[in-house]
């Protein structure tokens, strides 16, 4: 009689542990699953491009640029990336050389004054480094890309800001820019380097 009850309670005791872990697991798995939203803060992010004409290497940036960015390292899953260029804010520090750039035969901004890169799939690639799976848009040619990024936080002022930074080449001719003698790679090279530091505000 005396073991029976002692089963019983035994059988009990183990109920209520695995009832309270699984309390415990549901609670953790609920806080992994709401990353932080934020918002972009332009003058403190930088958007950057470069380019071998003839031999030398330019260089330019985009003054004008939007970023919806939801990300929590525990939670790629429900994190994403949404950046929107304005195309026709880009500066290379020559106003000729800027003209040209946003013709018919190379950006054509007129016809296409968006470029946007919005991810599908954000993974761990090491200690604060991701790559974010996405489709880049240039010239409303739709490439898939894979683009390398750190994602840091920093208390300021009392919140958690958010530092995004990452860098990726990609061909121009793929995406249209570079239309009749612009296609040729003899004095200008088919590689675009792009790098970007975005500081990002969590949304309120």
Do not use: C, H
């Not at 939007?66 to 026709?88: C, M, P, W, Y």
């Not at 995004?164 to 296609?183: A, C, H, N, P, S």
């Not at 590689?191 to 990002?200: I, R």
Request: aromatic share 8%; no cysteine.
């Amino acid at each position: 009689m005396i073991g029976w009850i002692a089963a019983g309670r035994s059988r009990a005791a183990l109920r209520a542990a695995f009832v309270l872990s699984m309390a415990l697991a549901a609670g953790g798995a609920t806080a992994a699953s709401a990353p932080v939203k934020y918002t972009l803060d332009l003058p403190a992010s930088l958007l950057r491009f470069s380019f071998e004409q003839a031999g030398a290497t330019n260089t330019g940036r985009f003054k004008s640029f939007t970023a919806d960015v939801t990300f929590a390292e525990d939670a790629l899953a429900a994190s994403k990336i949404d950046v929107s260029v304005d195309v026709g804010s880009l500066d290379t520090g020559d106003q000729e050389r800027d003209d040209t750039l946003k013709t018919p035969d190379l950006f054509d901004v007129k016809k296409f004054p968006k470029a946007r890169f919005v991810s599908s799939k954000i993974t761990m690639s090491g200690a604060g480094r991701f790559e974010a799976q996405g489709k880049l848009t240039i010239r409303n040619v739709t490439k898939d890309v894979k683009l390398p990024i750190t994602f840091q936080t920093r208390d300021e002022k009392g919140k958690k800001v958010g530092f995004l930074t990452g860098r990726t080449t990609i061909k121009r001719l793929e995406y249209g820019v570079g239309q009749g003698d612009w296609k040729s790679t003899e004095w200008v090279k088919d590689d675009v380097l792009v790098t970007f530091s975005l500081k990002l505000n969590p949304a309120t």
